[in-house]
């Protein structure tokens, strides 16, 4: 699909937007993810494009991600929640191909966000992204091929959707942004990230959500 130009201001307006909405209510919530993969060898470039486009997409709700992979980074003084994300590789032939494709999938806890499942269908979103034609991928992107890079961005969108299902509570879908139902293949490989932003009551329902993680870790430690 190939957004035209009207249907790019709109997006571009409402993302404008949640980003001013993201910069006066940012959260404050650290969480760490251990990323590993299943049935393929990603290049390095699309391990850390990945980690990139999950981390950029989340930094402006006040949300770091903290990788245990990367021990260069700067760690957050305080962890308020952990993920274990697979992503997998599984040939097309052992999927029933007139199902809709589903990128990945998490499950919602209630309180404590601790080691909480992510999956991510490599195959999947690489069989999306391919479907963009090369002039349209020079737009969207810049040059006329997949990449690791563009595999890498569009796995970290993924993994960035299923994140947002548990930090925000949330096991329903938005009409549009970050939660929204599904990916066209133009979205997953376009360098811009207008469509990857949260509404004003996503924002609020992160800093209630925030509230809620400190106050069961306090409840927690003074059981203990």
């Known amino acids: 699909m190939m957004l035209v130009p009207n249907q790019l201001w709109r997006t571009a307006a409402m993302a404008l937007c949640a980003l001013s909405i993201a910069g006066e209510a940012a959260a404050q919530i650290c969480i760490q ?4 993969f299943a049935g393929v060898a990603p290049s390095p470039v699309t391990v850390q494009s990945m980690q990139n486009e999950a981390a950029k997409i ?13 021990p260069g980074d700067v760690h957050c ?16 032939s052992a999927r029933r191909t007139s199902a809709p494709p589903v990128l990945g999938r998490t499950h919602l806890v209630p309180e404590r966000i601790d080691c909480v499942g992510i999956y991510v269908d490599y195959d ?21 091929d997949i990449g690791p890079i563009d595999i890498g961005r569009a796995l970290g969108r993924v993994h960035a959707h299923e994140i947002g299902h548990v930090v925000l509570g949330a096991s329903r879908h938005q009409p ?6 599904s990916f066209a293949p133009a979205e997953l490989v376009t ?3 207008w469509a ?9 329902r992160l800093g ?17």
Request: hydrophobic letters at 35%.
């Open 33 to 36: 993810v251990d990323l590993r």
């Open 58 to 70: 989340w930094k402006h709700y006040g949300v770091q991600i903290q990788w245990p992979s990367r």
């Open 77 to 92: 003084p305080l962890v308020r929640g952990s993920f274990d994300v697979l992503v997998e590789y599984q040939p097309s």
């Open 124 to 144: 999947e979103t690489l069989s999306l992204i391919e479907s963009v034609g090369q002039y349209q991928l020079i737009i969207l992107a810049g040059h006329p």
């Open 176 to 181: 549009f942004g970050l939660m929204r139902r």
């Open 191 to 193: 360098l811009q990230r």
């Open 196 to 204: 990857y932003t949260l509404s004003k009551k996503e924002v609020e």
């Open 208 to 224: 209630l959500r925030e509230r809620e993680l400190r106050e069961y870790e306090a409840t927690a430690s003074q059981a203990r």
